[in-house]
């Protein structure tokens, strides 16, 4: 089973930055990519950037363009996401996910979430 354990929530004021890192873990597995999905209050789930681990093709969702970049650390299986110019529309849970494969069998697997609040 792959555990998906993000960190760096919290509150932060218009303009701000947040640094969100996930990381994936246990037993063998191969990730074929990471991202972050957030779902705000009232809203639907939105994927907010993925990338592919091999290559490392990039994407972005519309509202978070040029403002947010994702990374990644192959060797560590982590990914992180760089949120820069905050603003209250960015306020939500946001979930790290990976699609990977255990025993050649691939799965998305998905961490806890981590709380982003962006205050006016």
């Known amino acids: 089973q792959v555990e998906v354990v993000e960190s760096g929530g919290g509150t932060v004021q218009a303009g701000g930055s947040l640094r969100l890192s996930c990381a994936a873990s246990?037993?063998?597995?191969?990730?074929?990519?990471m991202g972050w999905v957030r779902q705000g209050p009232g809203k639907d789930r939105e994927l907010v950037a993925r990338?592919?681990?091999?290559?490392?093709?990039?994407f972005y969702g519309d509202s978070v363009k040029g403002r947010f970049t994702i990374s990644r650390d192959n060797a560590k299986d982590a990914v992180y996401l760089q949120m820069n110019s905050l603003h209250p529309g960015d306020t939500a849970v946001y979930y790290c996910?990976?699609?990977?494969?255990?025993?050649?069998?691939?799965?998305?697997?998905w961490g806890q979430g981590t709380q982003v609040t962006v205050s006016s």
């Open positions: 996910m990976t699609y990977a494969a255990v025993d050649g069998r691939g799965s998305e697997y």
């Open positions: 990338i592919n681990w091999y290559g490392g093709s990039t």
């Open positions: 246990g037993g063998t597995f191969s990730v074929y990519s």
